[in-house]
Each structure stands twice: as C-alpha cells, then as structure tokens.
C-alpha cells in the first residue's frame, strides 16, 4: 500500500504565472482535500474532491481551482500568483468525504515559492 | 469568528516528563477535535481523534481531553522521549455541515535529554 505522494517536492514561479500541482491519493482513498501551511502557521483549508466533484471550500479565492481524476489523484492549479502564495502546499487522502470524523493522510507537500 | 487557539507557540519539557499541549477553541462548538504531529519539511501525521461526549481517549503515551465547558483539549505525552520533539497541530471541524477542518498554529515541543 502507497501512501500520499505530491509533485514536485520544490518549486519556484514568479508573481502573475500559473503553477500546477499534483497529489496522488493513498490506496483505497476516494477523497482528496489540499491545504495551504503558511511558515510558523497551521494548515488552511483550500477545498476537497470527492468522487471528481468539489465538496467544501475554504476562504480562497477562485484563482485557486482543482480537479481529480477518475483514479482519485488530484490537482491544484493557482493562476495570476501573488507573493503570498509562497507557502507548502499540504494533499490528504480519507477514504470518505466527512473530515471531522475520519482520520486525513498527509502527503509530504510541494513548497511553492513566489518572487 | 471562529478560532482554534494554541496557548504556546513553543514548549520545552525534560525527558522523562510529561509535555501538556493545550487547545483553545472560541465562537463555536466543534463536535469532533484531532491532534496531529508534524515534522519540518514534512506533512501532519494524525495522531488522536476525540468526539465532544468523550472526555478522554488514550493511545499508547498519549492522551487527550474534550472539556466543552471550558471549550479546551488538552494534548498529554507521558514518559516523554526527544523522538517526540515536533510541532503538534490541533484541529477542529468549524462549520457543522461544510465540514471544513480548522487547524491552529501549532506548538513546536522540544524533548530535553
């Protein structure tokens, strides 16, 4: 069984270009939620895929739009990029859609940074 | 709004003792708490989960409390080893039906030897 995985680990872009990121859910996982973790700061929630559709979004504008593909793996795509993008960008997998019951697999984050 | 607090931003305990972590939740009543470790450069590992009619759940050396009254979670590891050094994240679900997941800013525990 694999666990979380995310590509790539690094990345650097500038401020107005557009970035994809990739996150392939634990084995058996229908459910992908992506996270934003700021330095010295806990996770932010950005949304969650269930079943190829979004279930849940946070605070974040529509710059930040996702996908996941039949075989539950996972995009975020952030267009237009600001300097406060630069964060590690967190994908967990549960292999249901409710989060405060079920235990999130975290996978090891893509670093994004933003000159 | 709705908050998670975490009273310490850093915690340093002598081996062997108990480290206590605390959590601190404001404008809502979250119906479930986890706890999850976090090493630098890496992604939070779930830890613990307790629901708002359990008062107390234990795995291993750790435990962990549910007060609604005092709207608090306290995050206890017995025996404590510097293995155990990290930041620990709580998290608490902030809108019942969104089921959004709200975490605070951590407490990065050190393990003296």
């Known amino acids: 069984e694999t666990g979380v995985t995310q590509s790539p680990t690094h990345l650097i872009k500038t401020r107005g270009q557009q970035v994809t990121l990739r996150c392939s859910s634990q084995s058996g996982h229908n459910t992908v939620s992506w996270y934003q973790q700021a330095l010295g700061q806990g996770p932010q929630f950005i949304f969650q895929?269930?079943?190829?559709?979004?279930?849940g979004r946070g605070n974040f504008p529509p710059r930040f739009s996702g996908l996941q593909f039949p075989n539950y793996s996972s995009e975020l795509n952030v267009n237009a990029l600001e300097l406060d993008d630069s964060a590690l960008y967190l994908c967990?997998?549960?292999?249901?859609?409710?989060?405060?019951?079920?235990?999130?697999?975290f996978g090891p984050g893509t670093r994004l940074t933003v000159l | 709004s709705q908050k998670i607090e975490q009273n310490s931003e850093a915690l340093n305990i002598q081996e062997g003792k108990t480290a206590t972590l605390t959590c601190n939740y404001t404008n809502y009543s979250p119906a479930y708490l986890q706890w999850y470790r976090q090493d630098p450069g890496r992604g939070p590992v779930f830890l613990l989960l307790i629901r708002e009619n359990e008062k107390e759940k234990r795995k291993e050396r750790l435990k962990v409390t549910f007060d609604t009254t005092l709207k608090q979670s306290l995050f206890h590891i017995t025996a404590s080893q510097p293995a155990d050094s990290a930041t620990y994240l709580c998290a608490a679900i902030s809108n019942f039906g969104n089921e959004k997941l709200t975490f605070g800013t951590g407490t990065r525990l050190t393990i003296i030897p």
């Open positions: 895929y269930y079943r190829e559709e979004e279930n």
């Open positions: 967990a997998s549960s292999p249901s859609p409710g989060l405060a019951a079920v235990e999130q697999f």
